[in-house]
């Protein structure tokens, strides 16, 4: 079945220095999508990526998608104390509508 | 508009007992699915729904079962509750099937004893 690893599953930074995260897939992947859960909160929907090589921006937030369309990235620009929480990616397989989810990754900010 | 509701937002219940996790959207969403979250986990798939009379199984469905009479509501049932499904319980919403979710509720926080 999908299995989606997310590495690393902890960070903890400084405020102000950069944090990556990354998904990795044992299948090609029809989309992928991340989300950012805060402690005691529920996922919040960030982005989806749908082409191979897709780049997206969100302020000091850049989302990159696999040229094989296995593996993403997300990547947080001079953190700050906000951006606490655990970073998960989503992935469905082709010609299915099952959202799996990856094991996230919790970032810690240090002011 | 409320987005995803979820009732009730906190449950403690008996090994063995039953009960039902609601879940309604208001945003006439054709898409929508439940989570589990164990702790310091991430979420997995239980049930999903792509309409109104169709569902169909995730990674994890055994023990709850699911119906879609219609498009905002889709409950989950805990037949027979087990300590094993102590967890925090996410519906998640989306307004079609190739849509990702997209917005969840707060999240039903299950205790079984």
């Known amino acids: 079945g999908q299995q989606v690893m997310q590495i690393p599953q902890y960070q903890h930074v400084q405020e102000g220095e950069d944090f990556t995260t990354y998904c990795n897939s044992s299948?090609?992947?029809?989309?992928i999508q991340w989300y950012k859960q805060r402690p005691g909160g529920h996922p919040v929907f960030l982005i989806q990526?749908?082409?191979?090589?897709e780049v997206k921006k969100q302020k000091r937030l850049t989302f990159q998608f696999g040229e094989a369309k296995k593996n993403s990235s997300l990547h947080i620009t001079a953190t700050q104390t906000t951006d606490v929480g655990t970073y998960f990616c989503?992935?469905?397989?082709?010609?299915?509508?099952?959202?799996?989810f990856g094991t996230g990754t919790r970032l810690k900010v240090l002011a | 508009n409320a987005g995803v509701t979820q009732t009730p937002k906190f449950q403690v219940l008996k090994t063995g007992q039953s009960m039902t996790l609601q879940c309604a959207q208001d945003?006439?969403?054709?898409?929508m699915s439940w989570y589990r979250q164990d702790p310091g986990m991430g979420l997995r798939l239980i049930h999903y729904?792509?309409?109104?009379?169709?569902?169909d199984q995730g990674e994890v469905p055994n023990g709850y079962n699911v119906s879609r009479s219609t498009t905002e509501d889709f409950p989950l049932r805990l037949l027979s509750a087990a300590p094993s499904q102590t967890s925090v319980y996410f519906c998640?919403?989306?307004?079609?099937?190739?849509?990702?979710?997209?917005?969840f509720g707060d999240g039903t926080r299950l205790s079984i004893l």
């Open positions: 945003m006439n969403h054709e898409y």
């Open positions: 729904s792509v309409g109104a009379g169709i569902t």
């Open positions: 990526l749908v082409k191979s090589g």
């Open positions: 998640a919403s989306s307004y079609r099937e190739e849509v990702q979710p997209q917005h």
């Open positions: 989503a992935v469905s397989t082709s010609g299915t509508y099952k959202y799996i």
């Open positions: 299948t090609t992947l029809s989309n």
